[in-house]
Structures are given as structure tokens and as C-alpha cells.
């Protein structure tokens, strides 16, 4: 089982419509979490931080965090062509330096 | 405001040759600093990072060594470059436990 998982997608998604990413991780003692963009070329952006259970919600963007089922989610709201990028979750374990990444989900924004 | 300086931007090089990718931070003192690498159509790797000067902790066993001469200056290099060192490296800081990881702009580096 990898640390962390994501569907690698792509993910299609008409423009104006919600993105729904979805997140899991294996060690249950994670404390930090973390959402990225990654356009191609390009190196990854942070766009979310997330530590407690519940949402958080950050302009168009909105995380949401379940450490009891050991998911975590990013939402994008009235998603633009310019949302097209793969999105990275990161996972800090507990009292940790290190981030372990997910393979990214690709999300395409159809106009 | 941090900010954080990688070069070059690109780099091609024949295998068996050696390397050195530099990375510096500014506005920030003692920051944990890294080292990730990226293979095309594949996620971010692990390679080495440092919570001090002279501190390396090395995550995946391969031809490539990591230093920390300066609190903050991380260099990453090679003595001989194999073919499956290409990829996409990346340098990231961050503040400390618990903090997120902010990236340079990355070194494509391509081993012929």
C-alpha cells in the first residue's frame, strides 16, 4: 500500500462545475496536510494547508480532512480552464520533517 | 518576504560526467531544506534534506550526495551521472515540523 494515493485521473470537469479530488494515506498518526498545483513544466505550488478535521475553505478552494477514515479531499469550486494542472496532496507524519506525496490527480477544465 | 533560488534552469549532460545543482533560500534563518526529483509522468521522490548546516539524511540509496555548507545553501551532486539520474529536481524549504514544503523553480536535467 503507498503512503499516499491518489487517482491519477484525468479528471474532466466542464467548466463552472466542482472539482472533487479525494486523498488517502496509510499512517495513521498524520498530522499536516497539504494540497499542490503542478502545472506541466512547472514546479509545484501550495495552494492548501489543512491539520484539523473539517473543511477549510481558501477563496474557490476547500479542504476537507478525515483522519478517522484517513482521507483527505480538495474541493474546487466554478472551475476555470486555468484549474487545469495536476494537483499533488502531502502528507507530514506525526512530529515529522519530511513530506510524502501522492501521485497527483491531472484535472482538465473543459470550456 | 523567502524566497528560493535554484539553477540552472536546464542542464544536459553525458552520462558518466558529474554534477552539481545549487539552491539558495533568502528571507529566512534555519530553515529545513530538500531535495525532490521528479521523473517524467511520475510523482515527487525523495532524496535528501537537512534541518542544519552540515545535517543531510539520505532517503533513497542511488549515486547522488546532498551538502549543506551554509544555513542557507543546499547543493546536490554527482560524481558520475547514469541515465536514470534524468529527471525533474527540486529544492523546497520549509519552517520547520509540521510546515510546507515551498519549491524553487526546479532544474530539468537530462543525462545523454
Known amino acids: 500500500q503507498k503512503e499516499v494515493e491518489q487517482n491519477s485521473g484525468p479528471l474532466s470537469v466542464p467548466e463552472g462545475a466542482i472539482a472533487s479530488l479525494n486523498c488517502t494515506y496509510s499512517d495513521r498518526g498524520s498530522q499536516s496536510f497539504f494540497w499542490y498545483r503542478q502545472y506541466s513544466g512547472k514546479s509545484p505550488e501550495l495552494i492548501m494547508s489543512?491539520?484539523?478535521?473539517g473543511d477549510k475553505e481558501d477563496g474557490r478552494f476547500t479542504a476537507q480532512l478525515n483522519k478517522a477514515s484517513q482521507y483527505v479531499s480538495l474541493l474546487i469550486r466554478d472551475s476555470q480552464p486555468s484549474d487545469s494542472a495536476t494537483y499533488l496532496c502531502a502528507v507530514i507524519k506525526a512530529a515529522g520533517n519530511k513530506l510524502t506525496f501522492g501521485g497527483g490527480t491531472r484535472v482538465l477544465v473543459k470550456p | 518576504s523567502q524566497t528560493i533560488h535554484q539553477w540552472p534552469a536546464t542542464l544536459v549532460q553525458p552520462v558518466g560526467s558529474p554534477l552539481s545543482l545549487e539552491c539558495t533560500v533568502e528571507?529566512?534563518?534555519?530553515?529545513?531544506l530538500y531535495w525532490y526529483r521528479q521523473a517524467a509522468g511520475r510523482g515527487l521522490q525523495l532524496l535528501f534534506y537537512?534541518?542544519?548546516?552540515?545535517?543531510i539524511s539520505s532517503e533513497v540509496p542511488q549515486n547522488l550526495s546532498a551538502s549543506r555548507p551554509q544555513d542557507r545553501q543546499f547543493i546536490l551532486s554527482s560524481k558520475k551521472l547514469l541515465l536514470s539520474d534524468s529527471g525533474f529536481y527540486l529544492c523546497?524549504?520549509?519552517?520547520?515540523?509540521?510546515?510546507?514544503?515551498?519549491f524553487g523553480n526546479g532544474t530539468r536535467l537530462t543525462v545523454t
Open positions: 489543512i491539520y484539523s478535521n
Open positions: 523546497a524549504w520549509s519552517g520547520g515540523l509540521s510546515s510546507p514544503l515551498h
Open positions: 528571507g529566512t534563518s534555519n530553515p529545513n
Open positions: 537537512s534541518v542544519g548546516i552540515g545535517q
